[in-house]
């Protein structure tokens, strides 16, 4: 009987070690994530978030980051100089979802379509959940942090109506009915109650000017290389104004830039680029270093514009016509190379070949294209007179200056100035030209709502065309 | 008086019993059948008295003192036929003869083991001798086929990566759909640890010797497999290694040494081909693009001449880099770049030494192993070394331990998966008039329009290194003699090194690149159970365990990716000038788990059983996180019943039912909570959130029920099993698609239902016995696999296929625009609208379900023959009704849209108005019929003579002196394929292991081709 005690005794105490194993269940935690109540309850958690979102607009979402690339790390730049195409370059990438852009009969599964949506409403989500807990926030850094969110919000939102909808048409105050993207200012906290509608291109710009609005006023002055300040928020702004055609503003916000005097022209154009940390002249830029950048091997700015030995894969071949837009002598000319690395032989753009370089978004250049084109427009002279703005550009690249009589020369100014930049694609919107032989409102020269989309949320409405 | 009766009724009894024996003890010798060497070990029993038994020793010699009713002899031995020998002899000699009825078969289950004739739940066996000496990695390769309702598919013909089986269909539309992997009781890793982004998964199961297993069972339903819960709904695969056996040490060597070359090869275009199909296509786009003022090239055309002279002025400058500066107008290059990205000939070789032996107390098997094996792919190879001991020893009458120790170093060099430009299938996209060497350089050239692979395989390598300890030790110890308590401790580790490096001609790495990757796992468990197995009376016996088990697996990984090499030379990391990437990652879980089943038996024909696991996982939402497993099932051997036991060709017949529930967590770790990760943007370092929480988050529940028969006829030379099942599967683990406009593409539910029912049969017999022998193993199984509910929602695949899991199809289906052929009028791509009438619009195009990469039936057929010293196999796989769509013909079948070097069949397009063909008009750019459509869609069915064997074993008189026994052979595999994929291997899946991206070929390795050269030798 003793025995038998002793054995049942063994049994209970072996039971009674596994027993214990529940509580092994509960120290498994996870290494590389934090509760989410946890991030957003202290002022450094917030203000992390905040930077999260700078990652995304610059990345994408790290989870569906595949081959292509996204938002301002390559697609602002990329899509929008293959929409614009009208023969300044040629596609010979074998990435279809690029191609069929540059080839104006995308579908409406296009990668790229898929990618920049999902990728900019994760940011705006970011920057929605700290606007929301923004009272956490240290109350020295609070307007600055609050300033960025919506800038970050704001520049996104831009980026989302200019590829996904209709162009704004008819000037300031015209009634911009047309589908534009769903509005999407809180955080989302569920998986519940998602299903939003497209908002019209009028209510979409109207955030983007008062989130804009905002931020100039929270925003610093200066701050480290690549945060939003105050000139960056008003750089946008005249963008935005730009697109609108509101003449007036749009001249104001490019002059504040301008008179702020915390930037300069670089004394080369050929500075502008590739440069590891802001040159004097970026109002904003993305931040790139060897170990987070968009891209190097499958995709990315770099990856598609160049080809030197081991660098790029030539998949955006400069045609030899676009070089006739510039004048003999003229700086900007030589801004190209015949390429050396893959595909070698085809001309290909300098401004795009130090893969781990950051990435001017906005450069000090361009305001004074914006303060002369809208002064032009407007007959007025915020700031300066037209033909100073654009000779001040020109003198930088060695030209004798002109005079400009005709709204024609300062585009083509801005033309030259920031050729495969990304700022074709509002140049051809905003002056409705055609693009090979298509109107600028022609249903393929935008993005489609992606089909995933469509199929997650029936209240939205595909683009027509698609 | 009374007291004299009684002694007399006892005399009577004993006396009475003793006129049928005679004797008091028996003495004798047992031999194998096969080579008349003694059978230590085997167990003689009294069948009267089940209790009286004795093992015979390491000579097959044995005495048993026999009690007074004694009158048969039972001699029972792992894989023989049980003999029942009349005791009328002082002296029994007892020649065993190998089981092939399997109806005695010692079946290993889910803590044990069980005869087949008892088992009520529905498990495959695969025995040693399929599973040996074979010219592949992984024992999954080896059971393709031969299991019934076990689906094993390669994927590709590199070698090391990833094998995806399916026992019972998909389970599951987000969470895993691989089974389980245990090796001798312990469960082990088996999904990739390695770097995923340019590379197939890896295969954890290559690192396993298959020589060292003994049998593979694979518990198919939930009768079978509940007993391991929430892992179960895809089926367990429980590995057995080798046991050491009592006698006198017997010594086994094998050797064997072959070639490989690819199975299948596509047909691409020579030089002559591709200039003459390039020049009209680039005519045919001028003219198209004049036509119907395109101004691909950013202006309209004056005239067609214009646009044609633009297009081929294009083509040519093209044509002219392309071709290096050599003459292409003439030809004068001709490259075959798919055989440049094969290896002329790929060798392999195994050596493989084993010893076996021990006596009363202990036993021990030890073997070490050497295996080297070549890819078909440039570069691509696997070596693996091992060595093992399993050694049991019986330390007193109740307690025995014993440990399996086994150690491994496996070697994969890697080439990058189908979708990278560097690997070597690529290499078919480059045209056939770029020289290999560039004459003007006199290196590699690198003038197309892609990458040189050739370059890649120079100047790159991916070493992946795996170290792997899979060892346990055990305690047995018998309290009563029908009650024993066991205790086991497993661990696997694998230590796992990456290592790689670019060299500096190697696309986009100017300066080289290096990159380290390590993964560490310690995956451990423990088991504690008590056995008991009793007989009440003469007709009721009962078999239980309950027991309980701990597991836990951390793992861990880290990566380093550095530039800036001063040469080649240097290809450490130590010397990189930047270093570009680092991270490291942790992850761990824990499952905790309760565990029991009986087994009744009523008078040796009814069969009853119930099982249950009670599992907490770690993985799952603080709501959910315990799940409860249970199953019952019975069965009846009807010809155990008198009005069966006379029939003259029905030998043997049971049916059997069973229902249960399993489950299925292979998900990643923390998927319950809301999470916050870390974001790297640089001099900002901060958090995204990655996911929302659902802590409802629990198993995804698969109720299965199985109907089975099994049968034996005419002696038993015929058997088989018919079985159905029907598996229902709920609560899927589902990343349910969100409007991304909320931030987030998916959150993980349990939503939805599928199912999988299915019929499979196999039948086993022996056509002729006697000095000839033939017999025959056939299996054939039919999965249909039902995707119910989804939410509604549709789930895409991933891959390079149209794939997506829609509700009412099975999951995979392909669906996309249908392609309707060629407007004969003017070459136009045609596809069909919803009306069944066609457009040359794709995007008006209805899109619907075009096909299935999910086989109707599969299955496999074996003929075993033998006469004198000669052996000879065939050894048949099939598989039936699934389809295959070519992900790279939008590239290469593509009537020349695009630079690629197209398949040979391009050349049958269409040209003038009236042809009749399916290729449109070749029209450079202009996207005629480029859209994925169901176009690059063909029937995937295959039958393929996988292996074939003729062995011829040297007479014993021969070899005496230095072996007992000596066997030499040639073997084949692949060796034949009939198969209406016309694009190449039929054996195809460039995701490797996917649930919704099957049955996609994208520049896919083909399956090797192989001969072997074999010697075994026992001494």
Known sequence: MKTYLKKAGAVLAALFLTASCDKELDKVKPQQSIDSDVALQTSSGVINTLFGAYSTIAYGVTATAGTLGTLFGTNYNVIGELFANSGDLNWSGSFAPYRDINNKNATATNGNAANDWAAAYNAINICNNVEASIDVVEPDVKDQILGEARFIRAITYFELIRFYAQPWTGGPGAANTQLGVPLVITPTTSGENLDVSRNTVSEVYAQIITDLTSAESLLNETMPDGRATKYAAAAFLSRIYLAQGDWQNAAATADRVITSAKYSLVPEIGQAFNNPANSVEDVFAIQQNAQSNAGTTNSGIVTFYASLPGIGRGDIDISDNHLLIYEAGDARKDLFYVGTGDKPGSLRSSKWVERFAIIPIVRLGEMYLTRAEANFRNGQSIGATPSDDVNFIRARSHLAPITINSIDQVLLERRRELAFEGDSYNLVKRTQQNVGGRPYNDPKLIYPIPQFELDANPNLVQNPGY | ?1019
């Open chain 2, 1 to 1019: 008086m009374k007291r004299k009766i009684t002694i007399l009724l006892l005399l009577v009894i004993f006396f009475g019993s003793r006129a049928f024996g005679q004797v008091s003890s028996v003495s004798g010798k047992v031999t194998d059948a096969r080579d008349g060497l003694p059978l230590p070990g085997v167990s003689i029993v009294v069948q009267e008295v089940p209790s009286a038994g004795v093992q015979s020793d390491g000579s097959g010699n044995y005495r048993i003192n026999l009690p007074a009713n004694a009158r048969n002899l039972v001699f029972k031995y792992i894989g023989y036929q049980q003999k029942v020998i009349p005791v009328n002899s002082e002296v029994i000699n007892v020649v065993m003869e190998e089981d092939t009825k399997q109806l005695s078969e010692v079946v290993v289950v889910g803590y044990g083991t069980q005869i087949r004739e008892n088992l009520t739940g529905s498990i495959a066996k695969v025995n040693a001798k399929d599973i040996q000496d074979q010219p592949v990695q992984s024992f999954e390769s080896a059971i393709q086929g031969k299991a019934a309702g076990v689906f094993v598919s390669s994927g590709s013909g590199k070698v090391g990566q990833g094998i995806t089986v399916r026992v019972r269909g998909s389970s599951s539309v987000t969470a895993g759909n691989q089974p389980l992997y245990v090796i001798d009781g312990i469960p082990v890793t088996s999904a990739s640890l390695g770097d995923d982004v340019n590379f197939d998964p890896s295969n954890p199961m290559a690192d396993i010797n298959p020589n060292d297993i003994e049998s593979v069972e694979v518990l198919k339903d939930a009768s079978a497999s509940a007993i391991y819960g929430s892992r179960a709904s895809n089926g367990v695969i429980l590995i057995t290694t080798r046991k050491g056996r009592q006698g006198k040490t017997e010594f086994n060597f094998s050797y064997f040494t072959g070639v490989s070359e690819p199975a299948v090869k596509r047909k691409f275009l020579n030089s002559a081909q591709y200039v003459e199909l390039y020049n009209e296509s680039a005519v045919n786009a001028g003219k198209y693009d004049f036509a119907n003022d395109i101004q691909l090239f950013g202006f309209p055309f004056a005239s067609e001449e214009e646009a044609i002279d633009t297009y081929v002025g294009y083509l040519e400058e093209n044509f002219d880099a392309f071709s290096a500066g050599t003459d292409w107008r003439n030809l004068a290059v001709n490259t075959d770049w798919q055989d440049e990205s094969f290896r002329s000939s790929a060798s392999n070789s195994q050596y493989e030494i084993s010893a076996t032996g021990g006596n009363e107390k202990t036993r021990f098997f030890t073997s070490g192993s050497f295996s080297d094996q070549e890819g078909i792919y440039i570069k691509n190879a696997f070596t693996r070394i091992s060595g093992r001991l399993n050694l049991d020893h019986s330390a007193t009458d109740k307690l025995s331990l014993g440990v399996n120790l086994y150690l491994s170093k496996s070697v994969n060099d890697r080439v990058t998966d189908d979708n990278a430009f560097s690997t070597p299938g690529q290499m078919v996209a480059l045209p056939p008039i770029q020289p290999v060497i560039d004459p003007s350089t006199g290196r590699l050239s690198t003038t197309g329009p892609y990458y040189n692979g050739l370059i890649e395989a120079r100047d790159a390598f991916f070493k992946t290194t795996v170290y792997r300890n899979v060892s346990s030790a055990y305690a047995s110890y018998k309290f009563l003699p029908y009650l024993n308590l066991r205790t086991e401790f497993g661990v696997d580790i694998l230590n796992q090194a990456e290592d790689g490096y670019q060299g500096r001609e190697t696309q986009g790495n100017p300066s080289g690149n290096g990159n380290y990757r390590s993964a560490n796992s310690l995956n451990y468990t423990t088991n504690t159970f008590l056995n008991f197995v009793k007989d009440f009376g003469l007709r009721h016996n009962l078999e239980a365990i309950a027991g309980f088990s701990f597991q836990k697996q951390d793992l861990k990984t880290s990566q380093v990716v550095g530039e800036g090499f001063p040469s080649d030379d240097f290809k450490n990391l130590a010397s990189a000038s930047d270093i570009t990437f680092g991270s490291s990652f942790g992850t761990d879980e824990a499952l905790v788990s309760y565990f029991a089943r009986a087994n009744y038996r009523f008078n040796d024909r009814y069969l009853f059983a119930l099982s249950a696991r009670y599992d907490g996982s770690s993985k799952f939402g603080a709501n959910n996180r315990y799940g409860f497993f249970p199953a019952a099932s019975a069965g009846w051997i009807l010809s155990k019943e008198s009005f069966l036991s006379d029939s003259e060709w029905l030998s043997f017949l049971k049916v059997r039912l069973g229902y249960g529930f399993t489950g299925n967590s292979s998900i990643l770790d923390h998927q319950s909570l809301a999470l916050f990760g870390a974001s790297t943007y640089p001099n900002l370092p901060g958090y995204v959130p990655t996911q929302v929480a659902n802590p409802d988050l629990k198993w995804e529940k698969t109720g299965s029920f199985d109907a089975g028969l099994e049968f034996g006829l005419f002696n038993n030379r015929l058997t088989g099993d018919l079985s159905y099942y029907n598996k229902q599967t709920e609560d899927l683990l589902l990343n349910v698609n969100v409007p991304s406009t909320s931030g987030f593409a998916t959150v993980l539910k349990n939503v939805g239902s599928l199912e999988n029912t299915g019929l499979e049969l196999t039948l086993s017999s022996q056509n002729l016995v006697g000095a000839f022998k033939w017999n025959t193993d056939f299996n054939i199984s039919r999965n249909k696999n039902k995707i119910k509910d989804l939410g509604g929602q549709v789930i895409l695949g991933t891959g390079r296929g149209p794939q997506r899991a829609i509700e009412g199809y099975p999951i995979g289906v392909f669906f996309t625009a249908k392609y309707a052929g060629v407007d004969s009028q003017n070459g136009d791509a045609l596809y069909y609208l919803e009306d069944g009438t066609t457009t040359n619009d794709y995007n008006a195009a209805f899109r619907q379900v075009v096909g299935d990469a999910n086989p109707e039936f599969s299955g496999g057929i074996t003929n075993n023959f033998s006469f004198k010293n000669f052996d000879l196999n065939f050894f048949f796989q099939f598989v039936s009704g699934n389809d295959i769509y070519n992900g790279a013909g939008i590239y290469q079948s593509v009537n020349a849209d695009f630079w690629d070097n197209q398949t040979s069949d391009q050349l049958g397009r269409w040209q003038n108005p009236g042809d009749i063909t399916d290729i449109p008009q070749a029209r450079f750019l202009m996207s005629n019929g480029t859209r994925t459509s169901s176009r690059w869609l063909s029937d995937g069915s295959y039958i393929r003579l996988k292996t074939s064997t003729i062995g011829y074993t040297i007479p014993g008189s021969k070899v005496k002196n230095l072996f007992s026994s000596a066997r030499v052979y040639v073997s084949g595999y692949n060796l034949w394929t009939i198969s209406d994929y016309a694009n190449g291997d039929p054996e195809v899946n460039t995701t490797t292991i996917s649930n919704i991206d099957n049955g996609v070929d994208f520049y896919t390795a083909p399956q090797p081709r192989t001969i072997t050269f074999g010697v075994n030798l026992k001494f």
